[in-house]
């Protein structure tokens, strides 16, 4: 792990210990040698279903075409975005991070964004060129948990797994570390 990754990851806990207190029932995890955790920012009940911004790439679910057009477009990959229909922390991270313009602006210069439906049924063709539906693909990629980002650089590979709601200080921490793990290893 690099030095300015450690710096980032202390940064990130620390933001989070401000803005929030960690959940004791969700106790920090690993994701690709980081520690993670969920931050509560009072009380989320279950409600309504949310939807998508319409700036959020509408794709065939084909993540090897969704790459390639990225790539054409000088973006640095794609992130895959893991929710499903009522799931609160989901409808917290669309009004609270996607729709901060500064976040939207970032994400769209650097990424094209895709929905997922983690109890979808959709065929979804993932970049190695395997088939199978929404469902068995957020299986397949751990994302059960939602919401769940994963960003894939032009290659394919998975650089960085976010799992769970966090504040729009450190998601833009997360996402500008994952434009560095990509420009680095690109």
Not at 103 to 120: E, P
Request: with cysteine; hydrophobic share 40%; proline share 5%.
């Amino acid at each position: 792990m690099k030095k300015i990754d450690i710096i980032i990851a202390i940064l990130a806990v620390l933001a989070l210990l401000t803005v929030g207190q960690l959940m004791a029932k969700y106790p920090p995890f690993i994701i690709n040698g980081q520690v993670a955790s969920v931050v509560e920012t009072g009380p989320v009940m279950p409600e309504q279903s949310y939807e998508h911004p319409a700036w959020f790439k509408q794709s065939f679910l084909d993540l090897g075409d969704d790459l390639k057009e990225s790539q054409a477009n000088n973006k640095k990959g794609i992130i895959v975005y893991f929710g499903q229909h009522n799931c609160p922390f989901c409808k917290r991270m669309i009004e609270a991070n996607f729709s901060q313009p500064e976040i939207k602006k970032y994400i769209t210069d650097n990424f094209d964004l895709i929905a997922i439906d983690i109890n979808g049924v959709e065929e979804v063709t993932d970049p190695q060129g395997n088939t199978m539906t929404e469902e068995d693909f957020a299986l397949s990629q751990e994302a059960n948990f939602t919401p769940a980002l994963l960003f894939y650089n032009s290659n394919g590979d998975v650089v960085m797994k976010l799992r769970g709601f966090y504040q729009a200080d450190v998601f833009k921490m997360a996402l500008q570390t994952a434009v560095k793990r990509i420009t680095n290893k690109s």
